[in-house]
């Protein structure tokens, strides 16, 4: 054969064998999706490979396209970071391929969320490993009440967590009544835990997150979707019956044996659940938050406290928000305390469950996006009346006693208590700081009872009886079923937005020692309780109870004439400007002074050497001078010493105090016990100026019981004269103001002169 011929043959049997010898083969495209392996997820730029090297990613669908030869199993391989990669085989024929799907599994498999587990219940998180067996998983608590090393156990090189929720006692001061369990964001127990370990493609990290419940208002009428928790109170025994809920409700109580059982709500309607031992019924109204309806404001529904709450940052916050005028971080983190019942992870109609069924999401603020989101949206976008009122329906009239928790400090705490949660953009102190101060506790009297339950004294001891005082002038015995201490409700009107930071009482107060007090600003809603003459008006013995704004004002003395308006008198909003200058996040003093402890001293420190914060003095005399040295060194009193002002009222204090002591024995006054008590000293008890012995028993206390029975009659100092009255009151007014001549010195200096000089 010749040299033509062999080439022809050879080049024949090159183009004979084609694709399955050296030229390039028939491909075609073959398309396809990228899925999690677990939740069917669409991934996003995942490397997409096939025969020969040849690449492409996929988009945000999830989706590709890669040339492949054509023949039978061919394979697909993707990959992802965190993922542990995946292939699938197709068969590729001249008219292309079926439609594939590579399947991803992360390299970690674990539950992220363990929602409303409940309080001391076990959860186990168990982690499983992939393609990176010999792995070793880190874990440590991130965030949440902190866990004692038994409960919080890894095991099995972290493939598995044991964690126990704390209990309910833990976080919740539990009440001596019957109430429903509030929880704020603090007390609800979320735990974050964070897991890390080395993989093949470098570290990986993530968090599990483990809440015991929902928030909670403390409020009897309930979102359905959340648990709710009961406190039988400090009654002897305990036990729970469910005796009534809707119909197709699967509710049942649990833990109905003790103290604090819990069901949930998972119908719209009436759970009516009785305390056995006690014979009592508690009427449980439940609802999701979109079913209410928004009917307030119509004509004979609340139209004064609708149209007030208008002008309320409840009102205002979130359409302010979509329309960037709170910049650009405003994003759905926001809604959990600017929108209606936002509790993530509960399903309760909120507005997350709406904007979740309307496929709508926040997009950036912009100008017009309030008036752009959907209706239901626009609805649900505001703190409106159920979200402090409850989604329930209307309590009935037989149930009127449940109506007072609507003053609990809780119903504001599931916003108003959020420090270093990471669902809270911002941190929220003013409920950590109130419990923290004297009005969050009761104040008991042995010899009457609880102030809060009684007449006059209820006007300023208590939540109920301060709003009837303010709105009404009308002073009210609180239903001591669901009476509250000096709340949020108290001093703030959530329906009425005309005043600064919704306040009850602004600028101005009628009567100060029988003088009206102008441009007080926020400062005139404490004055309206920390002034004389509201306690025992009208008694010879009335003491000066909680005088502080009588000596700010420089009124009020039975010794000196006229006024001695004093420095801090004139500062903008008063009170409001010192006692609640909050320290800054990096202080030590935050939560422990100022805001809504209302306090200048440091909380943590006692009396009578507390330490006072520097933020309270800061804004008027600056940080370089210590807040025990304003005003300077020198000979306050007249007595030739010089020192600070507390100290050098300290000494007049006792020198007057001892002066006083020896006229009140001078007067040989007595009580009628069989064995008379001659009188050496007084007290303030129950806003009275009452006599007593040399240690401190009360004249008439004839038992010595420390009470004054039925049969015991207490002497007062109108038993004293009038003249030596007059000192005692005002060296009275100026021990309980509690300032030590801070709040007004000349006022206080000048008493203490005058009464030492009469005196001696």
Request: with cysteine; net charge negative; charged share 25%.
């Amino acid at each position: 054969m010749g040299r033509s011929a062999r080439a022809f043959g050879l080049l024949g049997a090159f183009l004979l064998l084609g694709p399955a010898g050296c030229g390039p083969a028939e491909q075609r495209d073959v398309t396809g999706v990228v899925r999690d392996g677990r939740t069917g997820e669409a991934l996003s730029d995942a490397v997409v490979r096939g025969s020969r090297g040849v690449e492409t990613r996929s988009d945000d669908t999830g989706r590709f396209t890669l040339p492949l030869p054509v023949g039978s199993d061919r394979v697909v391989r993707a990959a992802q970071a965190q993922r542990c990669p995946g292939e699938t085989r197709v068969d590729v024929t001249r008219d292309g391929a079926a439609d594939v799907t590579v399947h991803l599994f992360p390299r970690v498999e674990l539950e992220e969320e363990f929602l409303q587990v409940g309080f001391d219940q076990e959860v186990r998180i168990e982690a499983t490993l992939r393609c990176d067996p010999e792995a070793v998983l880190r874990w440590s608590q991130a965030t949440g009440p902190e866990l004692a090393p038994e409960r919080f156990v890894v095991e099995d090189g972290g493939r598995l967590v044991r964690l126990r929720t704390l209990p309910l006692a833990d976080l919740v001061a539990l009440e001596d009544r019957l109430v429903v369990v509030s929880l704020s964001r603090a007390q609800r127990a979320e735990y974050r835990l964070a897991m890390e370990t080395e993989l093949g493609h470098g570290l990986e990290q993530r968090t599990v997150r483990v809440t015991a419940a929902g928030t909670t208002a403390g409020v009897f009428q309930v979102p359905t979707g959340a648990d709710m928790y009961l406190d039988g109170g400090s009654f002897e025994s305990h036990g729970w019956e469910l005796l009534s809920k809707p119909e197709q409700s699967s509710a049942e109580l649990i833990d109905a044996d003790t103290r604090t059982p819990h069901f949930r709500p998972d119908r719209f309607g009436q759970y009516m659940v009785r305390h056995v031992p006690r014979g009592l019924d508690i009427n449980i109204q439940a609802g999701p938050y979109d079913e209410v309806p928004r009917d307030c404001g119509r004509e004979g529904c609340h139209r004064p406290e609708d149209r007030g709450w208008q002008a309320t940052a409840h009102a205002r916050t979130l359409r302010r928000g979509l329309s960037g005028e709170l910049g650009e971080d405003f994003d759905e983190r926001c809604w959990s305390c600017h929108a209606n019942g936002v509790d993530p992870g509960v399903g309760n109609g909120s507005l997350l469950q709406v904007a979740r069924r309307l496929q709508w999401s926040q997009p950036e603020p912009a100008g017009d996006l309030w008036e752009q989101a959907p209706r239901a949206v626009r609805r649900f976008g505001s703190v409106w009346c159920s979200a402090c009122h409850g989604p329930g329906r209307i309590l009935p009239p037989p149930f009127h006693w449940e109506y007072g928790a609507k003053y609990r400090a809780s119903v504001c705490a599931r916003c108003h208590d959020a420090v270093d949660d990471p669902d809270a953009p911002h941190d929220s102190w003013q409920q950590r700081e109130w419990r923290a101060a004297p009005m969050a506790t009761p104040v008991i009297s042995a010899a009457e009872g609880e102030p809060a339950l009684r007449r006059r004294c209820a006007s300023c001891h208590s939540a109920q009886g301060f709003v009837a005082f303010t709105r009404r002038g009308e002073h009210i015995v609180p239903d001591a079923g669901s009476v509250e201490v000096v709340t949020c409700q108290a001093c703030h009107d959530p329906h009425d937005g005309t005043r600064p930071r919704a306040l009850r009482a602004y600028e101005d107060v009628d009567d100060v020692a029988g003088v009206p007090a102008r441009g007080l600003g926020t400062g005139a809603v404490c004055v309206l309780c920390h002034r004389t003459g509201i306690a025992r008006e009208g008694m010879d013995s009335a003491a000066p109870h909680a005088p502080q704004g009588d000596v700010l004002l420089g009124r009020g003395s039975h010794v000196i004439h006229g006024r001695m308006i004093g420095a801090h008198s004139q500062l903008a909003n008063t009170c409001v400007a010192c006692h609640m200058a909050r320290p800054g996040a990096d202080d030590p003093f935050l939560g422990r002074a100022g805001g809504h402890t209302f306090s200048v001293r440091d909380l943590a420190t006692v009396r009578p050497r507390a330490v006072v914060s520097p933020t309270a003095c800061a804004s008027c005399h600056g940080i370089d001078v210590p807040p025990q040295a304003i005003g300077g060194i020198r000979d306050w009193n007249g007595d030739g010493r010089a020192d600070n002002v507390g100290e050098e009222f300290d000494r007049s204090l006792t020198a007057a105090l001892q002066e006083l002591r020896q006229r009140i024995t001078f007067a040989r006054v007595h009580d009628e016990c069989e064995t008379p008590t001659l009188a050496r000293d007084w007290v303030e008890r129950d806003a009275l100026l009452v006599l007593t012995d040399g240690q401190g028993r009360l004249l008439g206390d004839c038992d010595g019981d420390g009470a004054i029975g039925r049969r015991e009659h207490v002497v007062g100092v109108e038993q004293i004269s009038r003249e030596v009255r007059a000192m005692i009151w005002d060296v009275s007014m100026l021990d309980k103001d509690g300032s030590r001549g801070r709040h007004n010195p000349a006022f206080a200096f000048t008493i203490l002169r005058e009464v030492l000089r009469a005196l001696r």
